[in-house]
């Protein structure tokens, strides 16, 4: 995302806040889940444009079911009003939304990151790949460096992908293990 859009962002996300500071909680009641489900609704569409999924280990599988149950059980013992029950299902929603996103698409790596959720093909300078029960594929660029783990089965569409869409500069480097 450029500096340009996300200072726009940041703005219009300031500008919400002051509005709910003014106004005061009922319109925050209305405004808050209304945003939990605009950004559900944009991984969502990342999720429908992924080529090639990552694989999920068992520790993110842990890791995302205690998160879940750590949310349910905050929702079951601190919400008071159905608009706190609808915030906290919402809350799980795009947790459970940003974690199924990652992976390749046409426009380059998607991850969970919030800063840098889009690495676009233009700015990956290298790629590793190394090979072993699963398929690591790390990602180096102008952003901190990211490593995402593919099936076996996806060797073919990966490097298909990697052919098509990544700029003829960029490094590509294969181990095997």
Known sequence: MKKGIKSKYILIGLGILLILSIVGKRIANIIVPLL???????????IKRLIVPTRKN???????LVSTGILIFIICFYAKTWIHYLTGVLGILLLISSWFKSGITAEGFTSM???????????????????????KV?????????????KKKDYDKIISILKA??????KVETFYK
């Open 36 to 46: 939990f489900l605009i950004i559900i609704l944009r991984e969502l569409k990342a």
């Open 58 to 64: 068992y520790v993110e599988i842990i890791a995302l």
């Open 113 to 135: 990151y919030k800063y840098e959720n889009l690495l676009p093909w233009s700015e990956i300078n290298k790629v590793i790949l190394t090979f072993s029960e699963d398929i």
């Open 138 to 150: 790390e990602v180096f660029g102008s952003f901190m460096e990211q490593s995402f783990y593919f």
């Open 165 to 170: 869409y990544l700029p003829k500069k960029a």
